[in-house]
């Protein structure tokens, strides 16, 4: 579940949760926002809304923030989704908000991706639409209660339409998350997604290319914590000097360093 703050992805991921449960099946959510160094204010607020769940064994709520650098969240991310599908979870939600590139790096670490909007969402800029339509593998229109919500259907129709034919064409849900409506519309055009991916061995594919990217992610992980460690010290502050006195080149000096 992507999309803006504000947007609604909790109350809907809390309704969901209860489908879920009602069909006895147990669920793990991921909250993860990204544009936070803290876990502050909306994280906070996920939680409250979904804190009817709370005494509820059945489900498995877990925030997460950034500590530190971006691109620790979608490392963090698949690892956190492994633990809670091994602990059994048939059903895991992550929530992501933030926009850019890791809202998509964690979206790619689900079979599904929601991406939720709001009514009057055909003002906002372009780019952010083009990028958010590209991961939508079932796209919602929450708070349809409000006024515009049939004017950003149509806009979405459109974009999709301008975007050609693809193998799936990502369903467009309105939902009053509040009210819980559409939300058994949302659940069945997951379902039906899910069961696309599963008729045409995309599901196996889509994990394939999953698993190749985290494991380039973490390498390359690796590999930045060695430039870190390379680039330090003593024979690091030597070679500055002689780059700056002009005894030596700077990629002669990263050569030497590399050796
Ligand atoms: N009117 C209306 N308000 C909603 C709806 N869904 C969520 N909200 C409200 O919008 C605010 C943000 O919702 P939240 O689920 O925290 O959004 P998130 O930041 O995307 O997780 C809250 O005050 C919700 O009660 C809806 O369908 N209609
Ligand atoms: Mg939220």
């Not at 530190?68 to 963090?76: E, I, N």
């Not at 933030?98 to 929601?114: I, K, L, R, S, Y």
């Not at 509040?178 to 997604?193: F, K, M, N, P, S």
Request: include cysteine; aromatic fraction near 4%.
């Amino acid at each position: 579940m992507t999309g803006a703050p504000g947007s609604g992805k909790s109350t809907l991921t809390d309704k969901l949760i209860s489908l879920i449960r009602e069909r006895d099946l147990e669920v793990g959510v991921l909250a993860i926002d990204p544009s936070s160094p803290f876990s502050g204010g909306a994280i906070l607020g996920d939680r409250i809304r979904m804190q009817d769940h709370a005494t509820d064994e059945g489900v498995f709520i877990r925030s997460m923030a950034t500590r530190g650098h971006l691109g620790g969240l979608s490392l963090a991310t698949p690892q956190a989704v492994r633990i809670l599908d091994a602990a059994g979870k048939p059903w895991i939600i992550i929530e992501t908000v933030g926009v850019g590139q890791v809202e998509v790096e964690v979206a790619g670490a689900a079979d599904t991706t929601v991406v939720v909007v709001n009514p009057r969402w055909g003002d906002g800029v372009q780019a952010n639409k083009a990028g958010l339509l590209e991961i939508a593998d079932v796209l919602v229109v929450n708070k349809a209660d409000r006024e515009g919500a049939a004017d950003t259907v149509r806009d979405l129709e459109q974009m999709l339409e301008l975007a050609g034919e693809r193998d799936w064409r990502p369903p467009i849900v309105e939902t009053v998350a509040t009210e819980g409506r559409g939300v058994e519309d949302l659940w069945q055009a997951i379902l039906d997604h899910r069961a696309h991916l599963e008729a045409n061995g995309l599901l196996e594919r889509r994990r394939d290319s999953r698993l190749r990217e985290e494991l380039r992610a973490i390498v390359f992980e690796r590999v930045r914590e060695r430039v870190d460690a390379t680039c330090h010290g003593e024979r690091f502050d030597g070679l500055v000097s002689k780059v700056a006195a002009r005894e030596l080149d700077p990629y002669a000096a990263a050569d030497e360093l590399l050796t």
